[in-house]
């Protein structure tokens, strides 16, 4: 049985390896990412900083090195900058994320497959992961700013494009706008950096998809003319109303221009099908399903050793009794659920690998309820005072391995159709 499913798991990893050496996707995701490090060096290279530092950087995907040469370390700021409680929001979005693109890899019309999955990338990554990182970097006393701020809240289009990416952003304000700035005044800076953005995004959308040259440039253009005039004397005499109207008009009305037809067909929709259309078989995916279903058990004992860690008893007797009795109700049925999960994995794994509503259902409720607690362990939790031995860094670690293997494989099961 382990050879059978050694074999095919090689064998669905050469086909996937063949499929990625000569998709246009994988060269834009190559493309992106070595414009993202090189942009990285040339911002860090501005500043001074140790290299724990600069690696620390590299898991940002912002622009801005400095909140991470100066460290906060006031405990009062530490815990402003964590804001808890808006850990559920990114996990939300970044799971609608994945739903859109599920959706879309269902979907026959390429052009509507693409569209979707490009706005559920986005909000998986932009506006799910990338804000997790932002709380995860703040609840460690790095004051970073989250990549997105609100922009559908942007009033303006200056206003949109200042909320929009501000990795970006401040990349472009520091290389670009600021220098041609001091020679040339704001309009030429203005438009400059809206060109250096547009070829930015023809190298990464254009040349993968080797169509649409020029095109993503002349969308960022358009967003810098239409700038220019919204601060113009007549641009200033617009109500309030008409101006996020026209906003809306410049930023959507363009937009095919900046994911043009190529794009979409040769890049996109391969890669939502790559992603929702892996030939992996049944048998292998009931064994990686049964294997999340044993890891339930496994997770079983180890939280067992939580109440002793966390000294529960001494700890509960300062709560009120129904407040006392409510944390072990809870407690209990977690556990139970957690028994039911790791039940119906184990026993029905060949079933839930094959599909159908009730199967997907199920997977998707895994996926999504470990993914919540796979959030809270870097966004909420901060055991450090308790993990005071190397046996117990090593438990709480891979306790987190272990929720991403069950978080990822059963996401996979609920979204891939074998």
């Known amino acids: 049985?382990?050879?059978?499913?050694?074999?095919?798991?090689?064998?669905?990893?050469?086909?996937?390896?063949?499929?990625?050496?000569?998709?246009?996707?994988?060269?834009?995701?190559?493309?992106?990412?070595?414009?993202?490090?090189?942009?990285?060096?040339?911002?860090?290279?501005?500043?001074?900083?140790?290299?724990?530092?600069?690696?620390?950087?590299?898991?940002?995907?912002?622009?801005?090195?400095?909140?991470?040469?100066?460290?906060?370390?006031?405990?009062?700021?530490?815990?402003?900058?964590?804001?808890?409680?808006?850990?559920?929001?990114?996990?939300?979005?970044?799971?609608?994320?994945?739903?859109?693109?599920?959706?879309?890899?269902?979907?026959?019309?390429?052009?509507?497959?693409?569209?979707?999955?490009?706005?559920?990338?986005?909000?998986?990554?932009?506006?799910?992961?990338?804000?997790?990182?932002?709380?995860?970097?703040?609840?460690?006393?790095?004051?970073?700013?989250?990549?997105?701020?609100?922009?559908?809240?942007?009033?303006?289009?200056?206003?949109?494009?200042?909320?929009?990416?501000?990795?970006?952003?401040?990349?472009?304000?520091?290389?670009?706008?600021?220098?041609?700035?001091?020679r040339f005044g704001a309009i030429i800076a203005t438009l400059a950096v809206f060109v250096f953005s547009g070829v930015v995004h023809d190298l990464v959308i254009s040349v993968p998809a080797r169509g649409g040259y020029g095109l993503p440039t002349l969308y960022f253009l358009i967003q810098g003319i239409a700038i220019l005039f919204e601060k113009s004397a007549l641009g200033k005499r617009l109500s309030p109303l008409v101006r996020r109207l026209t906003m809306y008009i410049a930023l959507v009305a363009p937009l095919p221009l900046l994911f043009h037809r190529p794009f979409v067909l040769r890049v996109i929709v391969p890669f939502i099908h790559f992603l929702t259309r892996c030939n992996m078989t049944i048998p292998a995916l009931a064994t990686l399903l049964r294997i999340g279903g044993v890891m339930h058990f496994g997770i079983l004992i180890a939280s067992a050793l939580v109440p002793q860690v966390l000294d529960w008893r001494a700890e509960l007797r300062k709560l009120a009794p129904l407040s006392r009795q409510l944390v072990w109700v809870h407690g209990v049925f977690i556990v139970l659920t957690i028994v039911a999960l790791g039940a119906i994995a184990t026993v029905n794994a060949p079933q839930l690998a094959v599909g159908g509503m009730l199967g997907r259902s199920v997977c998707a409720f895994v996926a999504i309820f470990w993914l919540a607690r796979l959030a809270l362990q870097f966004v909420l939790f901060d055991p450090r005072e308790y993990l005071t031995s190397a046996l117990l860094k090593l438990g709480y670690h891979s306790l987190t391995l272990v929720f991403a293997y069950i978080a990822i494989v059963f996401a996979f099961a609920a979204i891939n159709p074998l």
Not at 86 to 98: N, Q
């Open 1 to 182: 049985m382990i050879g059978e499913f050694f074999c095919e798991c090689v064998s669905v990893r050469t086909d996937m390896t063949d499929i990625i050496v000569t998709s246009a996707w994988a060269r834009m995701w190559c493309l992106a990412f070595a414009v993202w490090v090189a942009c990285k060096l040339i911002t860090w290279s501005f500043i001074r900083g140790t290299r724990s530092g600069f690696i620390a950087y590299l898991a940002w995907p912002g622009m801005d090195p400095t909140p991470f040469v100066a460290r906060v370390s006031n405990p009062c700021r530490t815990a402003q900058l964590a804001q808890p409680g808006t850990g559920w929001k990114p996990v939300l979005r970044g799971t609608s994320g994945l739903a859109l693109i599920a959706l879309a890899g269902s979907i026959a019309h390429p052009l509507l497959c693409g569209w979707l999955g490009m706005i559920g990338v986005v909000l998986f990554l932009h506006f799910g992961l990338f804000d997790l990182l932002a709380i995860f970097w703040r609840s460690r006393g790095v004051g970073v700013e989250p990549i997105m701020q609100q922009p559908l809240r942007a009033t303006s289009l200056a206003d949109f494009w200042s909320r929009w990416n501000r990795g970006f952003r401040d990349l472009a304000f520091r290389l670009i706008f600021r220098p041609v700035h001091r």
